[in-house]
């Protein structure tokens, strides 16, 4: 009976020694054992086990002390059974505090009782005072700072998720973060988070094991972590695995998702997260920019805010650039730090043409020019009026152009874009259609919410391919190729951009397209006249020309379009022969162009070119 006692001893003696030398990295309260067995609610048992898994690295007489006890040079549950008071059998469950929380691992053994007990390297780490992260999940968690400001419409939603997350409380719901403020989710959360004494860990949701078992040991390690590092995760991804991920995470977590989805282990609260109005975006970019480059731009500051709608975040850094470059125009500046959402989804179309480049019915060009100026002043009249109050949808500008191919069509949209100095992008429809069931749906989502970060013109060249009429439904396929219409008519109706939709088949649409687009503007074939005026502007004064007649030229029944083809190619016949541009090229050029056409050029349009 003396030498179990004299055995015992030695064991708790052990305890004792690991215990002090623990607590010198804080006091009493707070010292890191302490932290963890508050945390994971670790019985008397369990903190033994672990200060006697602890000691077999801190101590050279560990091994001796268990050698002498149990008859093996490790710790073990039997060691612990054994030795110390209180003990109780759920500490060896996979369930229990020290498996699942990987505080402890088992090694390879015949039995449980009689396998070693390894204490986690980072869980030992973190007893000794060292601030790491466990390398098994430090490629997939980044810390995010709160911001320096936040804007003022924010604070409702940031207040709201603060007092959800601090409370005191095991079943902390889920929350959704919703809204068209994608960048600034990231600040709110962060700032939530702080508020309550903790930090925003992002999870790369990407980089999270597909097995089970691995996803399984993922997130037991990112939770023990947030326990840990008393942090928040917030997830940017709405897919499949995120909510799953989500749902069986204990800890605090909000999911960036585009629409609320059901929750079926844990509750869920949804927060919504908008850009913040226009006055609030300008008093941002004053603040960023400071008062003497504010002062200089103050004009186009005004007109900028108005027009971009920007994340706070996204004018933070655009105005940090801005300030670096000496005061680089704001304008410029949103345009090229949004251009990059749309890259891959849609083509941007260098825009150089102006009112001049255009040849249209009088009756065409005021729709155009009405049409810019209602882009112009969206801000003075849906905002600052107040006509947009109360009202979600129809709030964009949206035309259809509609004639012939070569009428200017396209030529119109990029004036329209060089005008109003926006970025226009051409819908690359074998980026959006797919064969495959809701992929179509995915793509054109993923578009129309860049282009809505980015204030960009969208122009949809054969618009009918992707906005035909609907069919009556015979089979699946109709089905779904009716829910593509049916989605993209949502889309543009709640759609508060610009967006341009040109077919040479205005028939082709579906009605209810129609309905809902604001201006139609025709593009005619043109008549001698007008044809007559695209000639003259076709040759730039630098172009050396001989004998050219514009009347003759025009008698040509030919669009704009192919006009400017025949010039371009009689430019470079009469280059090629070091001459100046004649008639002789034109008419080789002309027919070759209604070759193309599968004509063949009358008497009366080309009699006496030459």
């Not at 030992?124 to 804007?151: A, F, K, W």
């Not at 609030?280 to 970019?285: D, F, I, P, S």
Request: hydrophobic share 45%.
């Amino acid at each position: 009976m003396s030498t179990a006692t004299s055995e015992k001893t030695a064991v708790s003696a052990l305890l004792e020694r690991t215990r002090e030398l623990l607590s010198r990295r804080g006091n009493d309260d707070a010292f890191p054992l302490r932290h963890v067995e508050r945390c994971f609610e670790l019985s008397s048992f369990e903190v033994n086990i672990l200060l006697l898994c602890a000691a077999m690295e801190l101590d050279s007489s560990a091994s001796e002390v268990c050698l002498s006890e149990s008859g093996v040079a490790y710790p073990t549950f039997g060691l612990a059974f054994s030795s110390f008071p209180d003990s109780h059998w759920s500490a060896t469950a996979q369930h229990g505090a020290l498996r699942r929380w990987r505080l402890v691992e088992l090694g390879a053994a015949n039995s449980l009782i009689a396998a070693p007990l390894r204490v986690d390297e980072w869980v030992l780490h973190y007893l000794m005072g060292v601030s790491t992260t466990d390398d098994r999940i430090e490629d997939l968690i980044q810390i995010i700072e709160p911001p320096s400001i936040l804007p003022a419409s924010y604070q409702v939603e940031t207040t709201r998720l603060a007092r959800m997350w601090g409370a005191d409380n095991q079943a902390i719901p889920l929350a959704l973060l919703q809204g068209n403020a994608s960048v600034d989710k990231r600040a709110v959360a962060a700032t939530a988070a702080a508020s309550c004494g903790m930090s925003l860990r992002l999870v790369d949701v990407t980089r999270i094991p597909v097995s089970r078992y691995e996803r399984e040991e993922t997130i037991r390690l990112l939770e023990r972590d947030a326990v840990l590092s008393n942090s928040a995760l917030l997830l940017e991804n709405d897919t499949e695995t995120a909510r799953s991920f989500a749902e069986r995470f204990g800890g605090r977590v909000a999911v960036v998702a585009r629409n609320a989805f059901p929750c079926r282990l844990r509750d869920s609260e949804v927060f919504t997260v908008d850009r913040p109005p226009s006055d609030e975006q300008a008093a941002l970019w004053r603040h960023a920019l400071g008062e003497d480059i504010a002062m200089r731009c103050n004009g186009s500051l005004d007109r900028a805010a108005a027009h971009f709608s920007l994340d706070s975040q996204s004018i933070l850094a655009a105005a940090q650039r801005i300030v670096e470059n000496d005061g680089r125009d704001i304008w410029t500046e949103c345009r090229s730090s949004g251009r990059a959402s749309l890259e891959g989804l849609a083509q941007r179309v260098e825009t150089a043409a102006g009112w001049d480049d255009l040849v249209l019915p009088p009756a065409s060009m005021d729709a155009l020019r009405a049409m810019t100026a209602q882009v112009r002043n969206q801000d003075t009249v849906l905002r600052r009026w107040g006509l947009a109050t109360g009202v979600t949808r129809g709030l964009g500008v949206s035309g259809l152009f509609h004639g012939q191919s070569g009428t200017g069509k396209t030529l119109a949209a990029e004036v329209i874009a060089n005008e109003l100095e926006m970025d226009l992008y051409r819908i690359d429809l074998s980026q959006v259609i797919s064969k495959y069931i809701g992929e179509t749906e995915k793509n054109l989502c993923a578009v129309f919410d860049a282009a809505e970060n980015t204030s960009a013109m969208l122009l949809f060249d054969e618009a009918d391919a992707l906005f035909g009429k609907r069919s009556e439904v015979r089979d699946s396929h109709d089905r779904y190729a009716n829910i593509e219409v049916g989605y993209l008519l949502q889309r543009m109706e709640s759609y508060r951009g610009v967006a341009l939709l040109t077919t040479n088949m205005r028939s082709a649409l579906d009605t209810a397209f129609l309905r809902r687009i604001r201006f139609v503007v025709q593009f005619p074939f043109p008549d001698q006249a007008l044809r007559r005026k695209i000639w003259s502007r076709v040759f730039p004064p630098s172009l050396p020309t001989d004998g050219v007649d514009l009347d003759k030229l025009a008698r040509l029944n030919v669009p704009g379009g192919n006009i400017r083809n025949i010039a371009l190619s009689a430019a470079y016949m009469a280059a090629e022969a070091n001459a100046p541009v004649r008639m002789t090229h034109l008419l080789a050029s002309a027919r070759r162009e209604c070759a193309k056409l599968d004509r063949s050029p009358a008497e009366q349009e080309i009699g006496g070119w030459v």
